[in-house]
């Protein structure tokens, strides 16, 4: 079902969060209500030196929302903005539809796009918690399920009549997570026993990861120009120009002002970002407010405490930049193949098309310290054929001469493979 919605935009002096301009904050707003499968029936902004405690924008605004959404057939206004349980409160009882506010809208696309058992438990967590503290009087906006946004979720029933009920069930979801984590460590502890690093894609909602994870490792993962596309952790194994092998983790998208609570609740998800030797941070470099986005990304990595991770900028979407802007980023986030910035490289390139994804490769062959490449020289009989493909598959092979039923070997390789041909090494001097 589509939801013919009218947002309103509210602007408080209060806010310390980075934020874009008003057309670009529009912009990103537009998207995720598409996201959620809506309409834009009409735009209201007001911008006002401080939040109205009542109802955020003020009575007369109120008036005149209420006046639009009954004018355009709105059976929903949106508000870029979150609300207060009050605020809520009064602002249904004084418009002829439902209200949701930012937070409310991004779970909801959250809810539309979850497709695994984690994934739901983590999305009817975070609705519930945010939910709770917002029933009352909740009539109109909780009093069936069905379709239209806002409405995947618990119905009026289990909310208004049980709190108890509620709490246990908010209870039993972080037990049910609890075990998802536990689960998901011992996975993590049985890939540690093989030297297996983990690298993290991250970046804002709609910056291309999906495309880039299916561009590097050849898997069929959704990508789509939808906000939150992916929500469910994907692990695919990945051979560098090293010939080491790592795990690649692509991520649920940030966004600006990302709902604390779904931090939270998306914690046994994000755990992977946190155990990730090295970080990509997926950029759009055709974004008109891409250093905005940046900053809000960053904002989330630090309330995980991974800014200290190694990462690198992938400056993606290259495709969609005329000649002169694509050659003023590559000359600026390249100096040779790349560039060393504070926590890593900045590579320019494009998922879509392929250009510049051997330089990432060998960007992250360069940032991760586990499990080192190493130069040897080994004489490997002939006959020790299984230790010879072990190595042909495993390292590269730069030099090789045949000493009667010898072969020697010149090659460089991970330490973990060459570690167990020391007998084959031979001596110096």
């Known amino acids: 079902m589509h939801a013919k919605s009218l947002r309103a935009r509210g602007r408080g002096a209060g806010r310390n969060l980075v934020d874009l301009n008003s057309e670009q904050s529009l912009a990103e707003f537009r998207e995720l209500v598409v996201s959620a499968g809506g309409a834009v029936a009409a735009e209201l902004i007001q911008r006002r030196p401080r939040a109205d405690p009542a109802t955020l924008v003020g009575s007369g605004k109120v008036e005149e929302i209420a006046g639009v959404a009954a004018s355009r057939d709105a059976d929903l206004v949106l508000f870029d903005h979150d609300l207060s349980p009050t605020q809520l409160r009064n602002l249904e009882a004084a418009l002829p539809c439902r209200v949701l506010d930012r937070t409310q809208l991004i779970l909801d696309i959250f809810a539309r796009h979850a497709r695994t058992r984690e994934g739901q438990l983590q999305v009817e967590l975070a609705q519930l918690e945010y939910l709770l503290p917002r029933l009352t009087g909740r009539g109109k906006s909780m009093s069936q399920l069905g379709g239209g946004i806002g409405t995947r979720g618990p119905g009026e029933t289990q909310l208004e009549t049980d709190r108890r009920r509620i709490q246990r069930r908010i209870d039993q979801l972080k037990r049910d997570l609890e075990s998802v984590r536990r689960t998901r460590k011992q996975q993590r ?48 194994a990945l051979e560098l120009p090293s010939r080491r092998k790592i795990l690649l983790s692509d991520t649920v998208g940030f966004i600006r002002n990302l709902p604390h609570t779904l931090v939270t609740s998306f914690r046994a998800t994000l755990e992977e970002v946190q155990q990730a ?10 974004a008109a407010c891409a250093t905005e986005q940046k900053a809000q990304v960053e904002k989330v990595l630090g309330e995980l405490e991974v800014l200290a991770k190694p990462r690198i900028e992938a400056l993606n979407k290259i495709d969609l930049l005329d000649e002169e802007e694509r050659a003023a980023l590559v000359a600026r986030a390249h100096s040779g193949p790349r560039e060393k910035s504070a926590h890593g490289a900045a590579v320019a390139l494009s998922a879509l098309t392929g250009e510049g994804l051997d330089n990432l490769l060998h960007a992250v062959d360069e940032a991760l310290h586990s499990d080192p490449v190493i130069d040897a020289e080994l004489r490997v009989p002939q006959q020790e054929g299984a230790a010879l493909a072990a190595i042909e598959a495993g390292a590269i092979v730069r030099a090789r001469q045949y000493e009667g039923n010898l072969v020697r070997l010149s090659v460089s390789g991970p330490a973990s493979l060459l570690g167990r041909m020391r007998r084959f090494r031979v001596r110096a001097g």
């Open 189 to 236: 502890q049985r890939r540690e026993a093989v030297p297996v690093p983990t690298v993290a894609l991250v970046g804002y909602t709609n910056a291309g990861k999906s495309t880039l994870f299916n561009a590097l490792t050849g898997a069929q993962v959704l990508s789509s120009a939808r906000m939150f596309a992916t929500l469910d952790p994907k692990l695919r």
């Open 277 to 286: 030797e090295v970080l990509i941070h997926v950029r759009d470099a055709a």
